[in-house]
C-alpha cells in the first residue's frame, strides 16, 4: 500500500479494506510505505506484527494493534512496512534482496546510484532541529488531528 495524505480518504472504505483482508491472508506479501502502513492496520492486517509508517502517523499504529518500531524498515514474518517515502528505496531494496537475495538488491543499488547524502540531516525527528520538527508538527496539527479520528473510527470498527 502506497501512503500519503490521501489514505485518509480510504481508511473508511470497506470495499477497499475488505480487498486487502481477503487478499492480504494469502498474501506471501503484505506491504506498505508511508501511511499506507495505516491502511493494512485498517484492515486489520497488522495486529501483532512490529511495524512502522510516517514518523507523524507512528502513535497511530498501536490503535490496530501492531507494535510500532522506528526504523527506516520492518520486517516481521511476511508484513514488511516502510516509514516515510524516501525510505520507500531502501523497501524497495530489501524487499529485492528478500526475493531475489542480497547480490540482485546490491545491483540494483548500483544501477539507481543510490549513495544518499542528503545536504541536511534533518529527515529523522530524532536528528531535525527542534525548531524545523515543531514547524512541520505545527503545521500538519489540522491533518493529523483529522487522521487521527479516521484511524479511531476504523480500529472501533475492528473491535
Known amino acids: 500500500m502506497p501512503g500519503g495524505w490521501g489514505v485518509d480518504a480510504q481508511l473508511g472504505d470497506e470495499e477497499l479494506l475488505d480487498f486487502l483482508r481477503s487478499h492480504g491472508e494469502r498474501?506471501?506479501?503484505?506491504?506498505?510505505?508511508?501511511?499506507?502502513a495505516l491502511l493494512l492496520g485498517a484492515a486489520g492486517l497488522l495486529r501483532g506484527y512490529r511495524a512502522?509508517?510516517?514518523?507523524?502517523?507512528?502513535?497511530?499504529?498501536?490503535?490496530?494493534?501492531?507494535?510500532v518500531v522506528r526504523e527506516r524498515v520492518v520486517h516481521d514474518r511476511n508484513r514488511i512496512t516502510g516509514a516515510g517515502v524516501t525510505s520507500g528505496i531502501d523497501f524497495g531494496l530489501a524487499l529485492a534482496a528478500e526475493l531475489f537475495g542480497p547480490h540482485v538488491a546490491q545491483r540494483i543499488q548500483l544501477a539507481i546510484e543510490y549513495a544518499p547524502a542528503p545536504p541536511f540531516d534533518s529527515g529523522s525527528p530524532d536528528t531535525a532541529p527542534d525548531d524545523v520538527r515543531r514547524a512541520l508538527s505545527r503545521d500538519s496539527r489540522d491533518a493529523l488531528a483529522r487522521r487521527r479520528a479516521l484511524v479511531e473510527a476504523a480500529a472501533h470498527r475492528l473491535a
Open 27 to 36: 498474501a506471501r506479501y503484505v506491504t506498505s510505505v508511508c501511511s499506507g
Open 52 to 67: 512502522t509508517t510516517h514518523w507523524l502517523s507512528l502513535d497511530l499504529l498501536p490503535l490496530f494493534g501492531a507494535e
